[in-house]
């Protein structure tokens, strides 16, 4: 089974159909002002009409008022929210009917206890996103660049479907994959040049070596 890929915080429309063209399923956009990789509304809206297709759309939201979500959705025409913040399941269960679009819940991992938060809202999303808890003092709750043992996926048996985050690059996959048994990956700041700034470069070499995996 090939992996699904998903290529996070992209702010150009030359990265998204590159990344679309190379095989992402899904093209990440972030709607966080404390993020080097944030979106306005305005500028989600001035580049809806040049994205690619063929690729699903997923907003990345922190903490944010649902009227926000909801004008975020309508300006990118999003096909997914993922829910990056201290969002409760009652609220991606409201966010999935009220909006119409799925729902990806991160959860943050250092270690295997904190996997068991997923339960509590796989019932209420779509997907669930494992990704590495930010170091002490991060402004951010994701795109740090730092990973946590990806082996403890391995030994659960999840009833639902999730992804891998956190601190991938395109020479780390594999082993990535091979100790978690991940379907699907999500990158950032493994496809920068600095925080922000997307490498056209990195984004190809990453979903190459995706495609190579299995």
Known sequence: MPVSTKICGLTTAEHANLAAFYGARWLGFVFFERSPRNLSLQEAHSLRRHLPKRAERVGVFVNAEHNFIEAAVDALDLDWVQLHG??????????RDRMGVSVIKAIGVSERADLAEADAFA????????????????????????????????????????????????????????????????VSSGVEDAPGQKSGEKIEAFLRAAKAVR
């Open 123 to 186: 019932p209420h999303v779509d997907a669930i996103l494992f990704d590495a808890k930010p170091p002490k003092g991060a402004d951010l709750p994701g795109g740090n660049a730092v990973s946590f043992p990806w082996h403890i996926l391995m030994e659960q048996k999840f009833t639902f479907p999730w992804l891998l985050a956190g601190g991938l690059t395109a020479s780390n996959l594999p082993e990535a994959i091979a100790q978690s048994n991940a379907h699907a990956v999500d």
């Open 86 to 95: 201290d969002e409760y399941p009652h609220e991606a269960q409201l966010i």
